[in-house]
């Protein structure tokens, strides 16, 4: 059964955008954390926005061009991305955290050509 639900991913060009939409599973409930994380090749996976406490925090590499905005109620949040670099390539995880567990999507790939 899926949990996390993730799509938007796909290729772009430098410069472009894309906007990523993540949907938890309606048996979650009462979340306390919810955003996006991406792991490069070679890399160790990161935060890239997250929102708790009714408070959204960006890494500095990306809160210029990334916004984040989200729905309680239906326990999604979206990432708009823009002016994206090929640096920003990578496989993007939506997270999710309630007071029981930590969730994870599989994750898809953004791809940002030169």
């Known amino acids: 059964q899926v949990q996390l639900v993730e799509s938007g991913g796909g290729l772009v060009q430098a410069g472009g955008s894309l906007r990523l939409s993540c949907t938890g599973s309606r048996t979650i409930f009462e979340w306390e954390a919810m955003g996006w994380y991406r792991q490069a090749p070679g890399k160790q996976r990161e935060m890239v926005a997250i929102?708790?406490?009714?408070?959204?925090q960006l890494s500095d590499s990306v809160k210029d061009r990334f916004t984040m905005s989200r729905d309680h109620a239906k326990n999604t949040v979206l990432l708009q991305m823009n002016s994206l670099k090929p640096e920003d390539t990578g496989v993007y995880y939506c997270?999710?955290?309630?007071?029981?567990?930590?969730?994870w999507g599989q994750g898809t790939q953004v791809t940002v050509s030169s």
């Open positions: 929102n708790e406490n009714e408070t959204t």
């Open positions: 997270y999710l955290r309630n007071s029981v567990r930590d969730y």
